[in-house]
């Protein structure tokens, strides 16, 4: 990708890439953005085994750059040589009806690809208005990954009126927000457990594995 922006100096260059890191004037607020876009891009990147980086000079612009390996996966005996830490939920029969409540759709994409082996039925839903009523038309919902901040209702709000009438449902929250009380507000609310965006896969499929047969108390 290319920009013909304002550029961005070398001993700030190296840092892009932080999170919360913003490029912007001595004492003054240029753009708005919380600083997550290329640190969350990075972590895809790199998730995907490969790497990223950008090339930019001062009041000409930047480029970025990224190269992802590709992967040819083999079968044996009608079997992909592939291994997941999700255990027994990929066999046949036993997948999972999920719903995803999210209004970023690059992150549902993401968790769509992450899950695909594993998935029977898939929901999305883009507010917590629209999560609370999914679940009541949908009572067999496996597992919820619900994004804590969207509009009309918020995560949390969300969570709280689904546990009125579903206290099995296995619902992990998931926000690019690293708030030192997310974590207490999420389970207090009544979320199994609780994931920070760039979202790693490997976490993410052990974290489903831990509570997929754990009813809420």
Known sequence: MKDTGIGISGEKLVRIFNRFDLHEKEGERQFEGAGLGLSISKAFVEMLGGKIWAESEEHTGSTF???IPYVTMKEESGVVAYKTSLGNVQEEGNKLKIMIAEDDMATVMLLTVMLEDYIEELYHVANGLEAVEMCQQHPDIDLILMDIKMSKMDGYEAVRHIRQFNKDVVIIAQTA?????????????????????????????????????????
Do not use: Q, W
């Not at 965006?197 to 009813?215: G, V, Y």
């Open 177 to 217: 927000y690293v708030l030192n009380d997310d974590r207490e507000r999420s389970l207090k609310a009544g979320c199994n457990d609780y994931i920070t965006k760039p979202i790693n896969r490997d976490a993410l499929l052990e974290m489903i594995n831990k509570h997929k047969n754990k009813p809420v108390a």
């Open 65 to 67: 750059y990224f190269a």
